[in-house]
T-cell receptor, first 110, second 115 residues
């Protein structure tokens, strides 16, 4: 079983839509849950992180973790064409390594 | 503050050739990483280093070697290049604290094609 499973998409939505991106993980030792955003032909950049079950909001973005079901979600409200990118979930522990999902490719069309 | 820099940006190798991908960070980070990214396959860890002189294997180390003689530099060596090593290579670094999350900062990547 892979450490992290993520549907690669692609996902295509109209501007203004609510987007839901999801991952599942298998390792109970994961304590931190990151979402990275990667624009085409660029390196990934940290978008958000959370370390507990529940929701964390940052502007139009909400990260959600359910440790009991090992499920990670990222919601994007009022999606914009500038949100078009690949989104990678990356759980990890205090030991230092991150375990990246395959990434979901998102396109938001005007 | 340049962050993480990688050279070259692009390279085409012939089968059997060798090369070194360079990575430098100016953030005084203790941890450094090399990943490869194949289309639609996410990031796979090749090697990582927790400090100068200390390196360890990741998920896919075969065909690669690393060294870390300074805090700033973490070169990745490809010996006897094979078509399976065609990929985009990312270097990353982080300031790892055992009590905190581990934000990794990525370089712009090196696109390598082996023909």
């Amino acid at each position: 079983q892979k450490e992290v499973e993520q549907d690669p998409g692609p996902l295509s939505v109209p501007e203004g839509a609510i987007v839901s991106l999801n991952c599942t993980y298998s390792n109970s030792a994961f304590q931190y849950f990151m979402w990275y955003r990667q624009y085409s032909r660029k390196g990934p950049e940290l978008l958000m992180y959370t370390y507990s079950s529940g929701n964390k909001e940052d502007g139009r973005f909400t990260a959600q973790v359910d440790k009991s079901s090992k499920y990670i979600s990222l919601f994007i409200r009022d999606s914009q064409p500038s949100d078009s990118a690949t989104y990678l979930c990356a759980p990890g522990s205090t030991l230092g390594r991150l375990y990246f999902g395959r990434g979901t490719q998102l396109t938001v069309w005007p | 503050n340049a962050g993480v820099t990688q050279t070259p940006k692009f390279r085409i190798l012939k089968i059997g050739q060798s090369m070194t991908l360079q990575c430098t960070q100016d953030m005084n980070h203790n941890y450094m990483y090399w990943y490869r990214q194949d289309p639609g396959m996410g990031l796979k860890l090749i090697y990582y280093s927790v400090g100068a002189g200390i390196t360890d294997k990741g998920e896919v180390p075969n065909g690669y070697n690393v060294s870390r003689s300074t805090t700033e530099d973490f070169p990745l060596r490809l010996e006897l290049a094979a078509p399976s090593q065609t990929s985009v290579y990312f270097c990353a670094s982080s300031h790892h604290l055992t009590s905190s999350y581990n934000e990794q900062f990525f370089g712009p990547g090196t696109r390598l094609t082996v023909l």
